[in-house]
């Protein structure tokens, strides 16, 4: 009984997380407007205003066809499709389609086949944040170390779960030592009482018998 217990409580801590994470996630999602709300920058082409590490908060509700020379954002790389980049919008090669160019602030010159031409197919998103060097939690959250951490998580929950019988057994342990140690009280008390009387009988029949022996000398006498 107490080992379903036990299971039922794992699995509801462990579906609690998972459904918990999902719908953050889920939300952020819809909240946002893209796939994947957070980057983060590998590369050193956007320094000084994008280090490596930092974490950027892109909104892929503000449209393509509304950007301007200046932004900073985040596509796909139009030849291939095959990587993610940030770089700002440069040049604006067609307006209707909207074609634009980007170019690396530290690189000297855009990237035939990377920072052009990039049409709406390309486009992700529009960068509205940065979160400074947090993106350095990533090289710890490699594996083996992602898989450590989860495992650390569930034997938290293990040792949470196996925690509620124990304190029970604890207690109930104490409980049968009180009621041995009552047991032993009251068995040492009826002994005491018992060799109580056993002494006052021994000395009742002494002067049972002190009384008797005089009769027999007088006897003896006569």
């Not at 801590?13 to 939300?27: C, E, F, L, Q, S």
């Not at 690189?107 to 060097?133: C, E, L």
């Not at 990533?138 to 293990?158: E, K, W």
């Not at 057994?169 to 009280?185: A, P, V």
């Amino acid at each position: 009984m107490n080992k379903l217990s036990l299971k039922s409580g794992i699995v509801k801590d462990i579906i609690i997380v998972v459904v918990g994470i999902a719908i953050i996630w889920i939300g952020l999602r819809v909240a946002f407007g893209t796939e994947n709300p957070f980057y983060v920058v590998s590369s050193g082409s956007m320094i000084p205003n994008l280090e490596i590490f930092d974490v950027i908060v892109v909104q892929g509700h503000v449209n393509f066809d509304q950007l301007k020379v200046g932004d900073i954002i985040v596509f796909n790389r139009p030849d291939g499709h095959d990587k993610v980049i940030v770089h700002r919008v440069a040049e604006i090669l067609n307006k209707d389609p909207l074609v634009i160019r980007t170019k690396g602030d530290a690189n000297p010159g855009s990237i035939p086949g990377t920072d052009f031409p990039i049409t709406k197919a390309d486009y992700i998103g529009k960068v509205v944040y940065v979160i400074p060097q947090i993106g350095y939690v990533t090289r710890i959250l490699t594996p083996p170390i992602n898989y450590i951490i989860i495992a650390v998580i569930v034997g938290i929950m293990l040792v949470k779960q196996f925690g509620k019988p124990k304190s029970g057994i604890e207690k109930l342990s104490d409980d049968s030592l009180d009621e041995t140690k009552n047991s032993n009280e009251t068995r040492n008390k009826s002994d005491i009482d018992k060799s109580y009387l056993e002494e006052n009988s021994h000395s009742t029949e002494t002067k049972a018998d002190d009384k008797t022996h005089p009769n027999k000398d007088s006897d003896s006498k006569t």
